[in-house]
């Protein structure tokens, strides 16, 4: 079996942290509920970030971002999983930053695969080449990635969280909810 994680919101509860380093990076006072609406769908496709330079932008955050601490719950969880499970992340950010928080946080051997940005904009083409079999998960917090990752015939595991309220990932139709990291081992495993 194979779990595929988004990273932000997921692993790292970034969502404030991208609000506040985007409106630093453009110049532009963003709202939370505006920067939450563009991850209704891919990303990439929100008419407010169109002209985004992503690579300047990672860059831009690189060292903040590689810096960041994951919480002791989830690093134990990841473990336990991964004694379970292949584990594995697909994400829309740069795979360079994605792989430094790892490293710095000492969970990057946990990961067989970080595909990002660099790897392409659509997470269905980048699930199709992590994804080995219909009993793999996809865990993610966004309506986008759900919508996105049905289309690839992937299970889905919601975790409530920063990026979208539970009502409307309901609406998304996720395989399952949960409401924690924590939640997730059982939800899958029993």
Known sequence: MHLIFDHDGVIDNSFKFHV???CEFSGKDISLDDFRAAFMWNIFTAE??????WEWYHNFIFLE???RSISPEIKDELKRLNEKATLSICSSWE???IEALL?????DDMFTRVLGRESGSSKVEKLQRLSTSSQDW???DTVGDILEWKEAWVLTLWIEGWYHEKIAL?????TKLVASFQ????????
Not at 103 to 107: F, G, L, R, S, T
């Open 95 to 97: 795979e360079k930053n």
């Open 48 to 53: 407010f970030l169109k002209d985004v330079d």
């Open 65 to 67: 971002q590689s810096q």
């Open 183 to 190: 939640d997730i081992y059982e939800a899958i495993f029993s």
């Open 170 to 174: 309901k609406k998304a139709n996720p």
């Open 20 to 22: 506040r380093k985007f």
């Open 138 to 140: 996809f865990i993610t």
């Open 103 to 107: 490293k710095h946080n000492e969970i």
